[in-house]
């Protein structure tokens, strides 16, 4: 039988915690495992103190995200999908006085996009927690169960990374970011390796670790937890369940204790792989890549009824050439590498696009770099909120090329007059589903080009600056 694929740093069997667990029992160790990079030493319990008196409290005040605090000694028990909290300072009288009321079992799904209640039903695993109280314990017939057979000292973060990920996007806006947000809200002295928590994560897919195993790095120095695949009972000093996001691909620096912003998220993905980094660089155009020409990233959308291609990608792209670029045609898939992605835009001078979720490799733009993003019919908002904005908060040049209704090709479906094009806002009513299905996937682009070469040789002397400048 094939065994699992185990990363260094991963492991659903927590690396030599659990081989101690194995020898306790008598088993035999696999040398295997004892060759694994193993993880630092946990904190010793009596460092890792909760951050409030109080035993469970829940926030549900956000439209967003929910979060609940296990504040004292929790055993998860994976199997039953739930966190038992129980205070060992507390007596047995103590604990049986607290109202019922405060022992209600509170239920969450730890994925920040509260409002969207079809996904979260359907995709995010719902977590229990409950108070458990000492007489409990002892007298329930599955006790056994509850029991704790592997004793960590550092905290536990658990967090769904289900839902949308897999979309370049919502990796980052559902998942890398509240979780950025998260940890210097709750845990802000970073530096102090002690207070930084284990991640227990629910759809925790062997790909999205591999894919994200050097960012993933940076969050947390111990193995993660796969919640989903984990079968023994592990107890923590205390717990938070949930990521706390601050909006769309954004950082509220006002809200955090070291008042971070989104730059200093992206220094954190310059720290991932600014060392491992090497360019895609196309065959065809390793001599102009080494020239002292400003780069130009073209980031295109391939494949069948995904909307919003360029069509006229190829004009585009000598039209480009003419000004004065090198360019280098980049189309990312599921299995395109982070850190090679990261090589190509971290080296070069400008990226331009059609809105889309390939538009998140803004986020490897060196600030002063020059993002253009090309805005089909219907999609302003979006195009704004996700990257427009991000892009500005991380320091880019930003420009955008809203296309007229003649680029569109939803002229040819509904005519140059018809509402889907003239008043798109009363097309959609606010519904997401028609923008997406009209405007997201109906709809292709064809840039004009003598209005487009004007952007062009703008974002051409930005640029030009820039590399005089940064290289």
């Known amino acids: 039988m094939v065994g699992p694929t185990i990363f260094p740093w991963v492991s659903d069997l927590y690396g030599r915690e659990r081989l101690k667990l194995k020898n306790s029992h008598g088993g035999k160790v696999d040398p295997v495992l004892l060759l694994q990079q193993q993880p630092p030493d946990e904190p010793s319990v009596t460092t890792a103190a909760p951050p409030t008196s109080q035993l469970i409290s829940c926030n549900r005040s956000h439209h967003r995200y929910d979060i609940c605090s296990l504040n004292g000694p929790t055993t998860m028990d994976p199997t039953k999908s739930t966190f038992y909290l129980l205070d060992p300072i507390t007596t047995t009288n103590s604990l049986s006085s607290i109202s019922s009321s405060t022992n209600i079992p509170q239920k969450i799904r730890p994925y920040p996009r509260k409002w969207e209640t079809n996904l979260m039903t359907s995709h995010i695993k719902e977590l229990t927690t409950t108070l458990l109280t000492s007489s409990s314990s002892s007298s329930s017939p599955n006790s056994d169960h509850i029991h704790c057979q592997i004793q960590h000292n550092a905290p536990a973060l658990v967090f769904s990374s289900g839902g949308y990920t897999g979309n370049l996007y919502h990796d980052f806006d559902d998942g890398f970011i509240p979780l950025f947000v998260t940890l210097r809200s709750i845990f802000p002295n970073r530096q102090n390796s002690q207070l930084r928590p284990i991640l227990v994560i629910s759809k925790c897919n062997n790909w999205w670790l591999s894919k994200y195993s050097q960012l993933l790095k940076l969050f947390t120095p111990y193995p993660i937890i796969n919640l989903d695949k984990e079968t023994a009972t592990h107890c923590f000093p205390y ?211 003598v209005r487009f070469g004007k952007y062009l040789r703008k974002a051409f002397k930005k640029a030009k600056k820039f590399m005089d400048k940064e290289g």
Not at 315 to 343: Q, R
Not at 430 to 435: A, L, R, V, Y
Request: net charge negative; glycine share 8%; hydrophobic share 40%.
């Open 239 to 449: 717990t938070t369940i949930g990521l706390i996001s601050h909006g769309y691909m954004t950082i509220n620096s006002t809200l955090l204790p070291n008042s971070e912003t989104l730059r200093d998220f992206r220094v954190l993905l310059e720290t991932a792989y600014a060392k491992i980094s090497s360019p895609i660089i196309p065959s065809s155009t390793d001599s102009t890549w080494l020239s002292t020409r400003p780069r130009l990233v073209l980031v295109g959308r391939t494949g069948d009824h995904v909307g919003r291609v360029m069509v006229n990608q190829a004009e585009v792209v000598l039209l480009a050439n003419e000004v004065g670029f090198d360019v280098t045609i980049f189309e990312p898939t599921p299995l395109t590498s982070m850190s090679e992605a990261y090589g190509l835009m971290n080296r070069s001078h400008a990226m331009v696009g059609v809105h889309g979720a390939a538009m998140t490799h803004l986020l490897f733009l060196r600030p002063g770099s020059v993002f253009i993003q090309v805005v089909p019919i219907g999609t302003d908002w979006p195009a704004e909120t996700c990257y427009g904005m991000p892009a500005k908060e991380i320091g880019l040049e930003y420009m955008e090329y809203k296309i007229k209704v003649k680029e569109s090709s939803l002229v040819e479906k509904y005519g140059m007059d018809n509402l889907v094009l003239s008043n798109p806002r009363e097309v959609t009513k606010g519904d997401w589903s028609n923008t997406k299905n009209i405007y997201l996937k109906e709809q292709n682009v064809r840039v004009d080009l």
